[in-house]
């Protein structure tokens, strides 16, 4: 067989080709479109556009049983360079040991045959294998996972059983830009539009008396519509645990925050995220590095006269370095062991001192109510220093957040001077970006 010039040349060029792409990541398959990077890219230009499928990430599981799901981040947080941003919009510790497949009680894990005990899943293990953007949901980033093993049914659903392979379970998280500018509070972490999805390349049916076994027969028709309405009861389930929703968008800010992090650092702010179909940019602004004192009540341990009405307590709080900076307000404290807190005063870091010795003067007064009066006692005031120069450092860091600056002790007396009563006055610092 003769082999022309032109084939010879067009081989060359193919082998060539492969070569210089054998450093590009794998496609991804995501159903029925498929993503494929088409060559190497600028770190600049990945950033903007993905997908990310760094190996680290399968280190991420999802462990998925009945109507619920655990996150499981094992080493990723402490050995990722991702880990120091996760941190920053996490809500308390992060879950990171697998249960054992053997535990101690000795039964183990993998059972063949095992079925679910009730309608849902069956102790299905999944691991993160990308991060994607997606216009999916008005636009959001996508968690990608992929099930890791099949050695028993996989879900239930009244008397039908699945066995199902190759499974992807995708989140989609829909952030709100404002999150990068201030700290993650519980208040607003795991409220973004969340979704979830759950399908498998693979589903073979089962029917029969799952009480015996042996009974149980060949469904061929895979019972599709039925095990997707399934997967809709057991995601919208999984969603109304708002702890699973916290990691979830922590993991989308934290990651997004690192691919943008030259972006984000001292005080820029985001002023306007754009996210599409494997693209996301970040339009920044200069920021203004914000400090507001909060202070509320806590180890509340007080004493009503009689014929008393109540009681409240008013604290009055002033910087040592600017007397306009001062505000006061009444919190009721009757028949309660602690307060929230509440904002009072503002300023910008910048006017804060680094030199000297600036605090935060506090004035506490006891308002005892009664029918035709009220009776306030006050006490002398106090002071808390405030650490100007690390609030600095922390700005130009974007360590954004709460800090406690002290409590304040507060006692309660009679006409005799002996201590009836206590209660502790908490101060923070709030430091965000404007």
Same mark, same amino acid.
């Given at each position: 067989?003769?082999?022309?010039?032109?084939?010879?040349?067009?081989?060359?060029?193919?082998?060539?080709?492969?070569?210089?792409?054998?450093?590009?990541?794998?496609?991804?398959?995501?159903?029925?479109?498929?993503?494929?990077?088409?060559?190497?890219?600028?770190?600049?230009?990945?950033?903007?556009?993905?997908?990310?499928?760094?190996?680290?990430?399968?280190?991420?599981?999802?462990?998925?049983?009945?109507?619920?799901?655990?996150?499981?981040?094992?080493?990723?947080?402490?050995?990722?360079?991702?880990?120091?941003?996760?941190?920053?919009?996490?809500?308390?510790?992060?879950?990171?040991?697998?249960?054992?497949?053997?535990?101690?009680?000795?039964?183990?894990?993998?059972?063949?045959?095992?079925?679910?005990?009730?309608?849902?899943?069956?102790?299905?293990? &999944?691991?993160?294998?990308? %991060?994607? $953007?997606?216009? @999916?949901?008005?636009? !959001?980033?996508?968690?990608?996972?992929?099930?890791? *093993?099949?050695?028993?049914?996989?879900?239930?659903?009244?008397?039908?059983?699945?066995?199902?392979?190759?499974?992807?379970?995708?989140?989609?998280?829909?952030?709100?830009?404002?999150?990068?500018?201030?700290?993650?509070?519980?208040?607003?972490?795991?409220?973004?539009?969340?979704?979830?999805?759950?399908?498998?390349?693979?589903?073979?049916?089962?029917?029969?008396?799952?009480?015996?076994?042996?009974?149980?027969?060949?469904?061929?028709?895979?019972?599709?519509?039925?095990?997707?309405?399934?997967?809709?009861?057991?995601?919208?389930?999984?969603?109304?645990?708002?702890?699973?929703?916290?990691?979830?968008?922590? &993991?989308?800010?934290?990651? %997004?925050? $690192?691919?943008? @992090?030259?972006?984000? !650092?001292?005080?820029?702010?985001?002023?306007?995220? *754009?996210?599409?179909?494997?693209?996301?940019?970040?339009?920044?602004?200069?920021?203004?590095?914000?400090?507001?004192?909060?202070?509320?009540?806590?180890?509340?341990?007080?004493?009503?006269?009689?014929?008393?009405?109540?009681?409240?307590?008013?604290?009055?709080?002033?910087?040592?370095?600017?007397?306009?900076?001062?505000?006061?307000?009444?919190?009721?404290?009757?028949?309660?062991?602690?307060?929230?807190?509440?904002?009072?005063?503002?300023?910008?870091?910048?006017?804060?001192?680094?030199?000297?010795?600036?605090?935060?003067?506090?004035?506490?007064?006891?308002?005892?109510?009664?029918?035709?009066?009220?009776?306030?006692?006050?006490?002398?005031?106090?002071?808390?220093?405030?650490?100007?120069?690390?609030?600095?450092?922390?700005?130009?860091?974007?360590?954004?957040?709460?800090?406690?600056?002290?409590?304040?002790?507060?006692?309660?007396?009679?006409?005799?001077?002996?201590?009836?009563?206590?209660?502790?006055?908490?101060?923070?610092?709030?430091?965000?970006?404007?």
């Amino acid at each position: 067989m003769r082999i022309g010039i032109g084939a010879i040349a067009f081989l060359a060029f193919g082998i060539a080709n492969s070569a210089a792409t054998s450093q590009i990541p794998a496609p991804v398959d995501k159903g029925p479109r498929l993503i494929v990077v088409p060559r190497p890219r600028p770190f600049d230009a990945l950033r903007a556009t993905g997908p990310f499928c760094p190996g680290d990430l399968t280190r991420i599981k999802l462990q998925v049983d009945g109507q619920m799901a655990q996150w499981y981040l094992t080493d990723y947080p402490t050995t990722s360079p991702v880990g120091p941003f996760l941190q920053k919009y996490s809500i308390g510790p992060l879950p990171t040991s697998l249960p054992p497949d053997i535990p101690a009680a000795g039964n183990p894990r993998h059972v063949a045959g095992t079925m679910p005990s009730n309608d849902g899943t069956n102790d299905v293990r &999944f691991q993160l294998k990308c %991060v994607l $953007y997606s216009r @999916r949901y008005g636009g !959001s980033i996508q968690l990608l996972f992929q099930s890791e *093993e099949g050695f028993e049914y996989e879900a239930r659903y009244g008397t039908t059983l699945w066995d199902a392979d190759d499974i992807e379970l995708s989140l989609y998280v829909t952030p709100d830009f404002r999150q990068f500018n201030t700290a993650v509070t519980p208040g607003v972490l795991g409220r973004e539009p969340t979704h979830l999805e759950i399908k498998p390349r693979i589903l073979l049916a089962y029917q029969g008396n799952l009480s015996q076994p042996s009974s149980i027969t060949f469904d061929t028709s895979s019972e599709r519509a039925r095990f997707d309405s399934l997967m809709a009861t057991v995601s919208s389930s999984i969603l109304n645990n708002l702890s699973f929703r916290y990691i979830a968008s922590g &993991f989308a800010y934290g990651f %997004v925050h $690192y691919l943008f @992090r030259t972006q984000l !650092s001292g005080t820029n702010k985001v002023a306007m995220m *754009e996210l599409d179909e494997r693209f996301l940019a970040i339009t920044t602004k200069p920021g203004v590095a914000i400090v507001s004192i909060l202070a509320g009540i806590s180890d509340i341990d007080l004493q009503e006269h009689r014929f008393q009405t109540g009681i409240s307590m008013s604290i009055a709080a002033k910087a040592s370095w600017d007397a306009s900076l001062t505000h006061t307000e009444t919190f009721d404290v009757d028949d309660r062991a602690a307060t929230s807190s509440r904002y009072f005063i503002s300023f910008p870091v910048s006017t804060c001192p680094t030199t000297g010795s600036p605090t935060i003067i506090v004035t506490t007064t006891l308002i005892a109510s009664y029918i035709d009066r009220d009776r306030p006692t006050s006490s002398a005031p106090q002071s808390l220093a405030i650490n100007c120069s690390q609030l600095v450092t922390d700005a130009n860091q974007s360590l954004w957040g709460q800090r406690q600056i002290g409590e304040l002790g507060y006692e309660q007396v009679d006409e005799n001077n002996n201590q009836i009563g206590t209660a502790k006055v908490v101060l923070f610092a709030f430091l965000q970006n404007r």
